[in-house]
């Protein structure tokens, strides 16, 4: 089992930027990938950016070279930095962690969730 705790979120303006992180306890040494996933209301989950335990990454074309993911593996915490926030970045966004090689868009593969944090981009 593995459990996982977001931080992070908030109000932000336009431009503006968040760190968002992912405490991770548990059987840590078992997972493959982590990932931000995110969800607009009105709409589906949809993929923001996986890392796997081996440090690749991957992006939506939507946020790619704003956003950067990284871990931490001293702590187990996966954090993501947000930069040039923009209005449609707004959503709830969560972490998910796999023992299995996921697909990016494939996030009902993931079996373990966070919580979720709002983040809430508007001036």
């Known amino acids: 089992q593995v459990q996982l705790v977001e931080s992070g979120g908030g109000l932000v303006q336009p431009g503006g930027s968040l760190r968002l992180s992912c405490a991770a306890s548990?059987?840590?040494?078992?997972?493959?990938?982590m990932g931000w996933y995110r969800q607009a209301p009105g709409k589906q989950r949809e993929l923001v950016a996986t890392i796997t335990s081996g440090g690749v990454t991957n992006y939506a074309d939507s946020v790619k070279g704003r956003f950067t993911i990284a871990i931490e593996n001293a702590n187990h915490t996966m954090w993501m930095q947000m930069n040039g926030l923009k209005s449609e970045d707004t959503a709830v966004y969560s972490c998910?962690?796999?023992?299995?090689?996921?697909?990016?868009?494939?996030?009902?593969?993931?079996?373990?969730w966070g919580q979720g944090t709002q983040v809430t981009v508007s001036s």
């Open positions: 548990g059987s840590i040494f078992s997972i493959n990938v």
């Open positions: 998910a962690a796999s023992p299995l090689p996921v697909g990016s868009g494939d996030w009902f593969k993931y079996p373990y």
